[in-house]
Protein backbone atom coordinates (compact mmCIF):
# COMPACT_ATOMS: atom_id res chain seq x y z
CA UNK A 1 0.00 0.00 0.00
CA UNK A 2 1.69 3.48 -0.89
CA UNK A 3 1.64 6.01 1.51
CA UNK A 4 -0.07 9.09 1.41
CA UNK A 5 1.10 12.58 1.86
CA UNK A 6 -1.22 14.45 3.91
CA UNK A 7 -0.88 17.09 1.90
CA UNK A 8 -2.69 14.67 -0.73
CA UNK A 9 -6.06 14.43 1.21
CA UNK A 10 -9.02 15.21 -0.08
CA UNK A 11 -10.78 18.41 0.96
CA UNK A 12 -13.55 16.45 2.61
CA UNK A 13 -10.84 15.42 4.78
CA UNK A 14 -8.89 18.61 5.51
CA UNK A 15 -12.43 19.93 6.56
CA UNK A 16 -12.84 17.24 9.67
CA UNK A 17 -8.81 18.20 10.25
CA UNK A 18 -10.58 21.51 10.71
CA UNK A 19 -13.54 20.69 12.73
CA UNK A 20 -11.69 19.25 15.47
CA UNK A 21 -8.98 21.04 15.63
CA UNK A 22 -11.13 24.08 15.66
CA UNK A 23 -13.98 22.33 18.48
CA UNK A 24 -10.50 21.20 20.17
CA UNK A 25 -9.06 24.71 20.48
CA UNK A 26 -12.45 25.59 21.64
CA UNK A 27 -12.19 22.82 24.39
CA UNK A 28 -9.38 23.41 25.92
CA UNK A 29 -6.64 26.34 26.33
CA UNK A 30 -3.41 24.12 26.63
CA UNK A 31 -4.07 22.38 22.99
CA UNK A 32 -2.28 24.36 21.15
CA UNK A 33 0.81 24.57 23.43
CA UNK A 34 0.63 20.48 23.35
CA UNK A 35 0.81 20.57 19.53
CA UNK A 36 4.29 19.93 17.70
CA UNK A 37 5.18 22.78 14.85
CA UNK A 38 4.03 20.13 12.21
CA UNK A 39 0.69 19.61 13.58
CA UNK A 40 0.39 23.18 13.97
CA UNK A 41 1.33 23.55 10.40
CA UNK A 42 -1.07 20.89 8.99
CA UNK A 43 -3.71 22.56 10.92
CA UNK A 44 -2.78 25.89 9.28
CA UNK A 45 -3.08 24.57 6.03
CA UNK A 46 -6.28 22.67 6.81
CA UNK A 47 -7.61 25.89 7.65
CA UNK A 48 -6.67 27.60 4.27
CA UNK A 49 -7.70 24.77 2.31
CA UNK A 50 -11.35 24.86 3.90
CA UNK A 51 -11.82 28.59 3.56
CA UNK A 52 -10.39 28.28 -0.16
CA UNK A 53 -13.11 25.30 -0.41
CA UNK A 54 -16.20 27.66 1.25
CA UNK A 55 -14.91 30.63 -0.61
CA UNK A 56 -15.70 29.19 -4.00
CA UNK A 57 -18.53 26.91 -2.66
CA UNK A 58 -17.48 23.54 -3.67
CA UNK A 59 -15.39 21.03 -2.71
CA UNK A 60 -13.13 18.99 -5.38
CA UNK A 61 -12.50 15.34 -4.32
CA UNK A 62 -8.89 14.04 -4.62
CA UNK A 63 -9.96 11.93 -7.30
CA UNK A 64 -11.96 15.10 -9.56
CA UNK A 65 -8.24 16.83 -9.58
CA UNK A 66 -7.08 13.68 -11.25
CA UNK A 67 -9.23 14.39 -14.20
Given at each position: ?15 E????FT????R ?7 L ?12 S???L ?11 Q???
Amino acid sequence: MPATRLEDLPNELWLELFVYFTWSELRSTWFQWKLNKRIQVLAEVAQSRVALALSSMSFTTYGQCLH
